[in-house]
């Protein structure tokens, strides 16, 4: 059974830092390519950044520069740190993997930058 769990959100002030963490299980971690969305309100869901399974990333235009995507191939894990943060970066951040040829995502956690 395939689960993605986040954790790491809150408050923060503008300009400040948080680094969320996607724990994952029920596949081999390592194999796969992890990514990280957000979906603020009233908005749609976007891809925020990728990391292949070789380390390879990718980020959106929005936080290229303020956020970085990492993994722990040894504790199934994949990281978004987050600096530099801005109220535009309000939203709920989802973990997403796609073992198996299916899409799964995690619950999310809540990102409020304000002041």
């Known amino acids: 059974q395939v689960q993605l769990v986040e954790s790491g959100g809150g408050l923060v002030q503008p300009g400040g830092s948080l680094r969320l963490s996607c724990a994952a299980s029920?596949?081999?971690?390592?194999?796969?390519?992890m990514r990280w969305y957000r979906q603020a309100p009233g908005k749609e869901r976007e891809l925020v950044a990728a990391?292949?399974?070789?380390?390879?990333?990718n980020y959106s235009d929005s936080v290229k520069g303020r956020f970085t995507i990492s993994r722990d191939n040894w504790k199934n894990t994949v990281y978004l740190q987050m600096n530099s943060l801005k109220p535009e970066d309000t939203a709920v951040y989802y973990c997403?993997?796609?073992?198996?040829?299916?899409?799964?995502w995690g619950k999310g956690t809540l990102v409020t930058v304000s002041s």
């Open positions: 029920g596949f081999t971690f390592s194999r796969y390519a």
């Open positions: 997403n993997a796609s073992p198996y040829a299916m899409n799964y």
């Open positions: 990391i292949t399974s070789g380390g390879n990333e």
